[in-house]
DNA sequence: GCGACAG
DNA sequence: ATCTTGTCGC
């Protein structure tokens, strides 16, 4: 994939988003999932500084091998649509900490469940070139029905077709096609919003999700990361970046 | 034109 | 996302 500029103006950044969502591959080219990564974006200073938070979690243990923080002025406002122009450059400073690859990376935020299939999952797969999966906790796009209430139950999040839709998805006879799952990891509390990012179908992105999930809502990779990019359970991080 | 809208 | 008090439950 061809580097691009990450300051753009909306109509830029859609446009490039509409250019680079036919390259994002759902199809499963995993490789050994030796280490799984949870990347999330927390923000300190009312905003002013973008504090990315990456965890490297042992494959199946679960185990925390490393973990380190990225801390950067913060360059865009957030836009509903627009968030991995937002969050992604400061994702790629905590990834340039880590001594060791992750195999796959689950990401806080949207995969192909976006309005042009490129949310922030897919977006950093594609620059990063590794298999990652969306884990949102809300809803970006898409419909979907009741949510059966068993833990590691779900149900499609469809949504109109579309033009970044490759030409090979399925398309159901209301001219919907799936882009995600609506999962219920946990009894009694508000379901996740699994998508696939790249190099990954959506069956083997809820396998993993489920894979990775303990008592709560979040899957260990995504929950460590986001207890680590906000303040909570105050974690020694290695290597930061101060301003 | 009127809502909806990841984090 | 972040700002915040109390409250319910394992």
Redesign the pocket.
């Known amino acids: 994939m061809a580097l691009h500029d990450w300051n753009l103006t909306p109509e830029a950044a859609i446009a490039l988003q509409k250019r680079l969502a036919p390259s994002v591959r759902r199809e499963d080219t995993l490789g050994e999932v030796g280490l799984i990564a949870g990347m999330?974006?927390?923000?300190?200073q009312?905003?002013e500084t973008t504090?990315a938070a990456l965890v490297l979690l042992e494959w199946p243990s679960l185990a925390l091998v490393e973990q380190v923080v990225h801390r950067e002025p913060t360059r865009m406002p957030?836009?509903?649509?627009?968030?991995?122009f937002r969050?992604i450059p400061a994702a790629l400073g905590a990834f340039a900490q880590l001594s060791q690859r992750p195999g796959l990376i689950m990401v806080?935020?949207?995969g192909i469940a976006?309005p042009r299939r490129?949310?922030?999952?897919s977006?950093l797969g594609l620059w990063l070139d590794l298999p990652t999966i969306?884990v949102?906790?809300?809803?970006?796009?898409g419909q979907f029905g009741e949510v059966p209430s068993s833990k590691g139950e779900w149900t499609p999040l469809t949504d109109r077709r579309r033009e970044e839709d490759p030409s090979d998805v399925s398309v159901d006879a209301r001219g919907r096609v799936t882009i995600g799952a609506v999962l219920r990891s946990r009894e009694g509390v508000k379901p996740l919003?699994v998508s696939p990012g790249h190099r990954l179908s959506l069956p083997t992105a809820v396998d993993w999700v489920v894979r990775c999930l303990g008592r709560t809502k979040l899957p260990e990779p995504t929950r460590l990361a986001?207890r680590l990019?906000?303040?909570r359970g105050e974690v020694a991080a290695s290597g930061q970046l101060s301003l």
């Open positions: 999330d974006i927390g923000f300190e009312g905003g504090r957030y836009v509903p649509g627009l968030l991995s969050e806080d935020g949207q976006h490129l949310g922030i999952a977006h969306g949102g906790k809300s809803r970006l796009c919003f986001d990019a906000s303040r």
